[in-house]
Every structure is written in structure tokens, then in C-alpha cells.
């Protein structure tokens, strides 16, 4: 079955301790990206990836890191997580033409809360 | 920046047309999309439209565009109970690799 999965789906922490949300494909998509969802915000982009090894900022990546190792894998680094990052975390993927609407399909999210 | 703003609340009764509206400030954006997001669940793509298209239909939904006033709607013809959950307009430009998504409106359908 084709998907998104991402690990875990719920986290509670405390500030300071570095966490890591995991997310992968098996579409074999280039392109891949992180959310944020919060109320009245909606979702905001946080870092993409066109493909392995490169990858570029979105709207509020200040906090947040990635890596893009494999094509299938694509996951969020919270060095310091502070409690404005409390969020539920989406990660998504797609093929990449670049001129093409290149649906991106949606992991189930992640819930995070920060202490 | 860009922005796409949506209104955050509708509420229709089952049986009726919802429309949903969206705003965008990015004359350059191409790709406009609607994805629709259940409770506890990820984003779905509904439909997208391109920005050379006026309109879009796809069996119970219609997509506008007024290019002009930068306006993008999404109708539901004979909106089900099941159609209840928050939709999320969102633009992308052409080459470039940047979502930007609205705030997302709560459609509530009334039985």
C-alpha cells in the first residue's frame, strides 16, 4: 500500500531534550516536506527536500532541522525544543515534475506537546 | 510575503451547496489546490486547477477561479454529513518547490 508513515504519533517532552519525528515513502517521490498545524495558522511549511541531499527552508524553519540521506526517508530534528513548538507535525510527499500539480500525499501527523 | 487567507467557520444543512472561498496575493501562483482533512487524520487532495482555468469539475465538486481579484472557490453540490471536516486551499508557483496553505475553513454539515 502506498503511504506516508511517520513515528511517533504522539510525543510529550520537555524543553531541551532533543527529539526526532521519523518519516517515510514508499512511493519512491523526489520531493518531500515538513508541517506545522496550529489553530487559526493552518499549516505552514517548515523545510523541503527536491531530493537526497538537498534540501531548503520553508516559511518557519527557525528550531528545526532535516536530512535527506534517502530517497524514502526524511526526518525532523528538534535539537532544543522549546514550547512554541508544540504543533501537530505533517510530513508529505510527492512526485516532482515542476510543471506538473504533482499531488503530494499526507503522513497521519504528529502530535507534539513540549513541556 | 504570500498568503492565502480562507474564513474559518461554514456551516450548511445536508442537502444544500457549500461554498467554500479562498484569497491568494501571489499573481505568479500556478498550481491552486484543495485538500480536505478529516478529524485526526492527514490532508487528502480534493482537486487542484490550473491558473490558465476558469473552472474545474469534478463529479460533486466545482472549482472557480477569478484570476483577477486573485479568488479561488470550491462548491459541494449536495453536501453529505461525510463532507464535515476542515478544508485547506493552497497555491504553489510554477518551478518553484514552496507550498503556501490558507488557514483552512471548518465546513459543518447539519443533518
Known amino acids: 500500500e502506498a503511504q506516508v508513515t511517520q513515528n511517533p504519533r504522539y510525543l510529550i517532552t520537555v524543553t531541551g531534550k532533543k527529539l526526532t519525528v521519523t518519516c517515510s515513502q514508499n512511493?519512491?517521490?523526489?520531493?518531500m516536506s515538513w508541517y506545522r498545524q496550529d489553530p487559526g495558522l493552518g499549516l505552514r511549511q517548515i523545510y523541503y527536500?527536491?531530493?537526497?541531499?538537498?534540501?531548503d527552508k520553508g516559511d518557519v524553519p527557525e528550531g528545526y532541522k532535516v536530512s535527506r540521506k534517502e530517497k524514502r526517508n526524511f526526518p525532523l530534528i528538534l535539537e532544543s525544543p522549546s514550547p512554541n513548538q508544540t504543533s501537530l507535525y505533517f510530513c508529505?510527499?510527492?512526485?516532482?515534475?515542476?510543471?506538473?500539480?504533482?499531488?503530494?500525499?499526507f503522513g497521519p501527523g504528529t502530535r507534539l506537546t513540549v513541556l | 510575503g504570500e498568503d492565502v487567507e480562507q474564513s474559518l467557520f461554514l456551516s450548511v444543512r445536508e442537502g444544500d451547496s457549500s461554498v467554500i472561498n479562498c484569497t491568494y496575493t501571489?499573481?505568479?501562483?500556478?498550481?491552486l489546490y484543495w485538500y480536505k482533512q478529516e478529524p485526526g487524520a492527514g490532508l487528502q487532495l480534493l482537486t487542484y486547477?490550473?491558473?490558465?482555468?476558469d473552472m474545474k469539475q469534478d463529479q460533486r465538486l466545482t472549482v472557480l477561479l477569478n484570476k483577477k481579484d486573485k479568488h479561488l472557490s470550491l462548491r459541494i453540490a449536495d453536501t453529505q454529513t461525510g463532507d464535515s471536516a476542515i478544508y485547506f486551499c493552497?497555491?504553489?508557483?510554477?518551478?518553484?518547490?514552496?507550498?503556501?496553505f490558507g488557514t483552512g475553513t471548518r465546513l459543518k454539515v447539519l443533518a
Open positions: 527536500s527536491m531530493n537526497v541531499e538537498v534540501t
Open positions: 486547477i490550473f491558473s490558465n482555468m
Open positions: 493552497a497555491e504553489r508557483g510554477s518551478g518553484t518547490y514552496k507550498y503556501i
Open positions: 512511493m519512491n517521490h523526489e520531493y
Open positions: 501571489d499573481s505568479s501562483s500556478t498550481y
Open positions: 508529505a510527499s510527492s512526485l516532482w515534475s515542476g510543471s506538473k500539480a504533482d499531488t503530494q500525499y
